[in-house]
């Protein structure tokens, strides 16, 4: 039961340009989300939160957006930056609790 | 200040055989959870620990236990080990959440190989 899914395994961007992440989810009852990027060998690092009664945050050159009606959120990376370069998470904590629920990932490569 | 700290950083198991993971978590923080991710899938709650007890379990067996010491650090067992048991495991940790928002701290992960 894949209640959180990243359909796109890979994304490739140039450096300055745009990058766009997407995220949808099936349960409506999520009330928060979060994107992790993780770098080979290390952990997953916390990126950006979007709580549920929201639909834009923003930090820096990360943007999250959210779409509730369509239970779909993106991570708008912009500009794009060879060091944004990294698996990132969509993840959703089970309702009521602290576990969280994380998607398959994207990979994300940022080219000079 | 150390973050999340995780040992060994690779193991090498055949099936069967028992492995144990440590984790010690972020200074002030008391609770750790521990998340399996296999190859191209992201990681996936197997528990979490607070007050020396497991307070919450995902979809995992029993052969998988824990244990939190009063210092909060953590330690992860497998026993009994699968092919299928192979994969990254990461332990998180974080302070008693008062805000779902609280974010968890993740370790670098102890990359786990059955044979």
Redesign the interface.
């Given at each position: 039961d894949q209640q959180v899914k990243q359909n796109s395994p890979s994304l490739s961007v140039q450096e300055g340009r745009i990058s766009i992440l997407n995220c949808d989810y099936t349960n409506s009852m999520f009330d928060y989300f979060l994107w992790y990027k993780k770098y080979p060998a290390e952990g997953p690092t916390f990126l950006i939160s979007i709580s549920s009664i929201k639909d834009k945050n923003e930090d820096g050159r990360f943007t999250v957006f959210l779409n509730k009606s369509a239970k779909h959120l993106s991570l708008h990376i912009v500009p794009s930056q060879p060091g944004d370069s990294a698996v990132y998470f969509c993840a959703a904590p089970r309702v009521g609790t602290d576990k969280l629920i994380f998607g398959t990932g994207t990979r994300l490569q940022v080219f000079p | 200040d150390a973050g999340?700290t995780q040992s060994p950083t690779h193991l090498i198991k055949t099936r069967g055989q028992q492995v144990t993971l440590r984790c010690s978590p972020k200074s002030g923080h008391d609770?750790v959870?521990w998340?399996q991710q296999a190859l191209?899938?992201?990681?996936?709650?197997i528990f979490?620990y607070y007050e020396e007890e497991e307070r919450?379990r995902?979809n995992f067996p029993d052969r998988f236990s824990g244990h939190q010491f009063p210092n909060y650090s953590s330690e992860l067992n497998v026993n009994a080990l699968l092919l299928g048991d192979s994969a990254l495991y990461?332990?998180?940790s974080?302070a008693q959440?008062v805000e779902?928002?609280?974010?968890?701290?993740?370790?670098?992960?102890t990359r786990l190989t059955v044979l």
């Open positions: - | 999340v609770t959870s998340y191209g899938q992201g990681p996936q709650f979490q919450q995902g990461l332990c998180a974080s959440l779902l928002t609280d974010t968890q701290y993740f370790g670098p992960g």
